[in-house]
C-alpha cells in the first residue's frame, strides 16, 4: 500500500514556474514507478509524464516537452515534477500516481495509487 501527497500548486502568471511534489508513504517507494497526471475543467485526466524506479528515461507528453522535467529523490521517498515556461493551457488539477514495476504506463488504468490532486492555475 502507497499513500501519495501531492503538494506545491498554486497560481502562477504564464511564463513561469512551478515545483510540484509528491511525497509517498508506506513501503518500498523504490520499487514504484510514478506517473503525473492532470485534468482540466470538463476533460478527461492526461498522462503528462513518468518517471521509473531507477529514475532514467523519463517521458512526457507531447504538449509538455521541454518545459517539464521530472525526477525523484529515493531517499527521500519523494518524486518532482519541474514546470516551467507555464501556459494558460496547462491549469489543471495535477495528481501523482504509483504503480508497482518498471513499466511506465502513460494510462491512468495502469496506476494503482493516487493523491488527491493539487491544483495548478496559469493565468494569461
Known amino acids: 500500500q502507497v499513500q501519495l501527497v501531492e503538494s506545491g500548486g498554486g497560481l502562477v502568471q504564464a511564463g513561469g514556474s512551478l515545483r510540484l511534489s509528491c511525497a509517498a508513504s508506506g513501503r518500498a517507494f523504490t520499487r514504484y514507478t510514478m506517473g503525473w497526471f492532470r485534468q482540466a475543467p470538463g476533460k478527461e485526466r492526461e498522462f503528462v509524464g513518468g518517471i521509473n524506479r531507477s529514475g532514467e528515461r523519463p517521458d512526457f507528453v507531447d504538449s509538455v516537452k521541454g518545459r517539464f522535467t521530472i525526477s525523484r529523490d529515493n531517499a527521500k521517498n519523494t518524486v518532482y515534477l519541474q514546470m516551467n515556461s507555464l501556459k494558460p493551457e496547462d491549469t489543471a488539477i495535477y495528481y501523482c500516481?504509483?504503480?508497482?514495476?518498471?513499466?511506465?504506463?502513460?494510462?491512468?488504468?495502469?496506476?494503482?495509487?493516487w493523491g488527491q490532486g493539487t491544483q495548478v492555475t496559469v493565468s494569461s
Open positions: 500516481a504509483a504503480v508497482f514495476g518498471t513499466a511506465l504506463p502513460s494510462d491512468a488504468a495502469g496506476y494503482d495509487y
